[in-house]
């Protein structure tokens, strides 16, 4: 791929990502993924966490169209997993397994009951799942 190309594609990330308004709005897109985005997301990671990879590479292994990869970049971006266009290859900026945990996890469906059960405990993520309880209940 040429610098033409290169550049098209950062352009094309950087106009989606400026579309959005608010930075509600955009944590928002971030954070309500599909099961089947969640699980490209990681296999991306995953991918990305051998080593750098074409574009070309990464849509042929994902079984994605060009606009779909960008889509999932500005994913990424949006929930802070930083991955850099380097020589015509993507890499992450971290380790894949630190970027993985910072993945959106799609909704699991849970009713209020069971969201109750799953917050009792004293790790972050069960007052996560607390503090959004109570927002509901109060």
């Known amino acids: 791929m040429g610098n033409l190309g290169r550049l098209a594609g950062i352009a094309f990330l950087c106009t989606i990502y400026h579309m959005a308004k608010k930075r509600r709005e955009l944590q928002a897109l971030a954070k309500t993924v599909t099961a089947n ?3 490209r997301l990681f296999r991306l990671l995953t991918l990305l966490g ?4 074409t574009r070309a590479g990464l849509t042929r292994r994902l079984k994605v169209g060009v606009r779909d990869f960008y ?5 990424l971006n949006k929930v802070g997993i930083e991955v850099i266009l380097e020589d015509g290859r993507y890499l992450l900026a971290e380790e894949s397994t630190q970027a993985i945990d ?4 799609p909704d699991p469906g849970l009713t209020l009951g069971e969201a109750r059960q799953l917050s009792k405990g004293r790790s972050r ?3 996560k799942l607390k503090e959004q309880i109570d927002q509901i209940v109060k």
């Open 37 to 39: 985005r969640a699980a």
């Open 102 to 105: 910072r993945l959106p996890f």
């Open 71 to 75: 889509r999932d970049l500005v994913v």
């Open 50 to 53: 051998k080593g750098p990879q």
């Open 125 to 127: 993520a069960h007052k």
